[in-house]
């Protein structure tokens, strides 16, 4: 069964400093694993993709890697802003049978106090 | 600004009312989804439609009833909810699978349903 799970549940940080968030995966065959950010009532927004080759890509203050070897992958924030405060979801594709459908985590509740 | 558009930002209705959701893109995507999203949970999958065709239903209550009517617009038709149906409904759009690295997933700013 494809599963992705993610740690912590939530987070609570002070502005300005760094944290990371994790994904762990059992999606097979793995195309693609991407990171959004919800803010609370709003839809999600793509952050970053990661295919197989990938081991590191970075979007302003937010950089994902990926360790398509022990199915890994996590969401660094640097210096981070009050609206950085949002829950983080990692989405992986892939799956038998050629079906795109991808899995959701179930989110990092992220709070960034002043 | 999302690219995938979805009205009415919130729909309060009865349990005997019949209402609906819509959704547009013109990212020329082929494949729509329909999400619906609890409170501090992740999205679950609705519906999926590739090339205006059903190809997915999650095992989804009849009171839900979604509609393709061109690959630009995506409709879900509500009639007979129940209070436990109140949630946020997400659409999105993506291209269809053609291998890594495509097919990311845009998603509406979400319709807020609450059932009485």
């Known amino acids: 069964k494809n599963q992705v799970e993610q740690s912590p549940q939530s987070l609570i940080i002070l502005e300005g400093k760094n944290c990371t968030l994790q994904?762990?995966?059992?999606?097979?065959?793995?195309?693609?694993l991407r990171w959004y950010k919800q803010d609370t009532g709003r839809g999600p927004v793509s952050l970053t993709i990661?295919?197989?080759?990938?081991n590191t890509k970075s979007n302003g203050r937010y950089t994902a890697t990926l360790d398509a070897d022990t199915k890994q992958s996590s969401l660094h924030i640097t210096a981070s802003q009050l609206s950085d405060s949002a829950s983080y979801i990692c989405?992986?594709?892939?799956?038998?049978?050629?079906?795109?459908?991808?899995?959701f985590g179930r989110g990092t509740s992220l709070i960034v106090h002043p | 600004d999302t690219e995938v558009t979805q009205t009415p930002k919130h729909l309060v209705m009865g349990m005997t009312n019949k209402k609906s959701l819509k959704c547009e893109q013109h990212?020329?995507?082929?494949?729509m989804y329909w999400y619906k999203q609890k409170a501090k949970k992740p999205p679950e999958l609705m519906f999926v439609?590739?090339?205006?065709?059903?190809?997915i239903n999650e095992s989804v209550p009849s009171r839900f009833s979604p509609e393709c009517p061109n690959s630009s617009l995506l409709n879900l038709h509500l009639h007979a909810l129940q209070p436990e149906d109140s949630a946020l409904y997400l659409c999105?759009?993506?291209?269809?699978?053609?291998?890594?690295?495509?097919?990311?997933?845009?998603f509406g700013e979400g319709s807020r349903l609450t059932v009485l």
């Open positions: 999105a759009s993506s291209q269809p699978r053609q291998g890594a690295g495509t097919g990311e997933l845009f």
């Open positions: 994904c762990n995966y059992t999606v097979s065959p793995f195309s693609n």
């Open positions: 990661m295919t197989f080759s990938e």
């Open positions: 989405v992986v594709s892939g799956g038998s049978g050629g079906s795109y459908i991808p899995t």
């Open positions: 990212m020329g995507h082929r494949a």
């Open positions: 439609y590739s090339y205006e065709k059903l190809s």
